[in-house]
């Protein structure tokens, strides 16, 4: 480990560990997908679409139309995974002004911000003023915000994605989004598809070996996969991977990742119709059910917490979405429209 990893702390070594396969996660994210693809078009496109939907034939319109619908979805997540990943989300620049332009609207940036919050009965979140970010030592425009492992500031800063290894910000929220929203219909589409199948190679299994939940074939757990170069070997001796070890390992991954990806999809969406970021929504402090917040000095006032960037559910979401069906359905690139303030109407 010293020989590879330049590091003699623990502390330090674990850091470079990761920050050395943080670049490998999207590759892994895309070869999962890709090889969920192919467990279609090697296993499960002639073992379970054929015989249900074809009655005994090679070929017929529901498999062409089976077929169609998981290249399309194989198509838009890699699509939507590689724009979201090669995408700048949107990092703040120095300005060109010299050091004493940029403390004086410094100074008169926070000044006018603080007269606001000490004399108005209205606090705003997000903040519609500029910032000063204290590690890049800059201003920033309003909603931008420090990443601390990208060590840059991002505009309409969400969160710092693993499985894209950068943040999602300004430029790439919507591929973010429709990534996620792909990702869960493609695997709810799986699960829809292998579920009764699943369920009848289960109970075959236990009526043939019996119920255990470690497993009571390879004692692997209660699924009873076979372990990796046990397979392997039976890969290279037959050409295949059996089928029934293929819908044991593809149905619970499917089933897990869309239950997961609809939560993770409709909280997003929740936040875009509220005109919210991630970062936002967990910094918001909390309010009654009228709006009013005492979180803000002095502390026995009641003030009115107000996003001046909401414009309404649907101006929101058509602001981060669009409004192009065309640019929704297919892995086309698109143009955000610029958050605005209406603080003043």
Same mark, same amino acid.
């Not at 330090?12 to 997908?33: K, Q, Y």
């Not at 017929?60 to 997540?77: A, D, G, L, P």
């Not at 002004?97 to 609207?105: F, G, H, L, P």
């Not at 397979?231 to 029934?244: A, H, M, Q, V």
């Given at each position: 480990?010293?020989?590879? @990893?330049?590091?003699? =702390?623990?502390?330090?070594?674990?850091?470079?560990?990761?920050?050395?396969?943080?670049?490998?996660?999207?590759? $892994?994210?895309? *070869?999962?997908?890709? $090889?969920? /693809?192919?467990?279609?078009?090697?296993?499960?496109?002639?073992? @379970?679409?054929?015989?249900?939907?074809?009655?005994?034939?090679?070929?017929? !319109?529901?498999?062409?139309?089976?077929?169609?619908? =998981?290249?399309?979805?194989?198509?838009?997540?890699?699509?939507?995974? $590689?724009?979201?990943?090669? %995408?700048?989300? /949107?990092?703040?620049?120095?300005?060109?002004?010299?050091?004493?332009?940029?403390?004086?609207?410094?100074?008169? %940036?926070?000044?006018?911000?603080?007269?606001?919050?000490?004399?108005?009965?209205?606090? !705003?979140?997000?903040?519609?003023?500029?910032?000063?970010?204290?590690?890049?030592?800059?201003?920033?425009?309003?909603?931008?915000?420090?990443?601390?492992?990208?060590?840059?500031?991002?505009?309409?800063?969400?969160?710092?994605?693993?499985?894209?290894?950068?943040?999602?910000?300004?430029?790439?929220?919507?591929?973010?989004?429709?990534? =996620?929203?792909? @990702? #869960?219909?493609?695997?709810?589409?799986?699960?829809?598809?292998?579920?009764?199948?699943?369920?009848?190679? #289960?109970?075959?299994?236990?009526?043939?070996?019996?119920?255990?939940? #470690? /497993?009571?074939?390879?004692?692997?757990?209660?699924?009873?996969?076979?372990? +990796?170069?046990?397979?392997?070997?039976?890969?290279?001796?037959?050409?295949?991977?059996?089928?029934?070890? =293929? $819908?044991?390992? *593809?149905?619970?991954?499917?089933?897990?990742?869309?239950? @997961?990806?609809?939560?993770?999809?409709?909280?997003?969406?929740?936040?875009? *119709?509220?005109?919210?970021?991630?970062?936002?929504?967990?910094?918001?402090?909390?309010?009654?059910?009228?709006?009013? %917040?005492? *979180?803000?000095?002095? +502390?026995?006032?009641?003030?009115?917490?107000?996003?001046?960037?909401?414009?309404?559910?649907?101006?929101?979401?058509?602001?981060?979405? /669009?409004?192009?069906?065309?640019?929704?359905?297919?892995?086309?690139?698109?143009?955000?429209?610029?958050?605005?303030?209406?603080?003043?109407?």
């Amino acid at each position: 480990l010293d020989a590879t @990893v330049p590091c003699r =702390v623990n502390s330090r070594r674990v850091n470079c560990l990761l920050s050395w396969f943080r670049p490998f996660i999207p590759a $892994l994210g895309m *070869a999962l997908t890709l $090889l969920c /693809g192919w467990s279609y078009f090697s296993t499960f496109r002639q073992d @379970v679409i054929i015989p249900r939907w074809c009655n005994g034939k090679d070929s017929c !319109y529901w498999e062409w139309t089976h077929s169609f619908i =998981v290249i399309f979805f194989i198509v838009n997540i890699i699509g939507q995974y $590689l724009w979201s990943t090669f %995408t700048c989300p /949107g990092v703040v620049k120095p300005p060109h002004q010299n050091n004493t332009t940029m403390k004086s609207e410094k100074v008169e %940036t926070e000044q006018t911000q603080r007269f606001h919050d000490s004399t108005s009965p209205i606090i !705003y979140h997000p903040s519609p003023y500029r910032s000063h970010c204290k590690s890049c030592e800059m201003e920033r425009p309003p909603r931008a915000h420090h990443c601390r492992i990208c060590k840059r500031c991002i505009v309409e800063y969400d969160h710092h994605c693993p499985w894209i290894n950068g943040c999602i910000g300004y430029n790439n929220y919507r591929s973010f989004l429709l990534l =996620v929203f792909y @990702v #869960m219909l493609g695997c709810t589409y799986g699960s829809l598809m292998l579920g009764v199948d699943f369920y009848n190679m #289960m109970k075959k299994r236990i009526q043939l070996h019996g119920f255990s939940i #470690m /497993g009571a074939e390879h004692r692997t757990g209660l699924l009873d996969l076979p372990l +990796p170069w046990t397979l392997w070997k039976e890969f290279k001796s037959t050409g295949r991977i059996p089928e029934d070890v =293929v $819908l044991r390992a *593809a149905f619970p991954f499917m089933l897990f990742v869309s239950v @997961v990806m609809c939560w993770f999809c409709m909280s997003h969406l929740k936040l875009i *119709a509220s005109g919210l970021t991630t970062l936002e929504q967990v910094a918001r402090p909390e309010t009654d059910s009228f709006g009013y %917040t005492t *979180a803000f000095n002095p +502390p026995n006032e009641r003030r009115k917490l107000v996003n001046p960037f909401d414009h309404g559910p649907r101006k929101n979401i058509q602001r981060v979405m /669009g409004t192009s069906m065309i640019r929704l359905v297919l892995p086309l690139p698109s143009n955000p429209t610029p958050s605005t303030c209406n603080k003043d109407n």
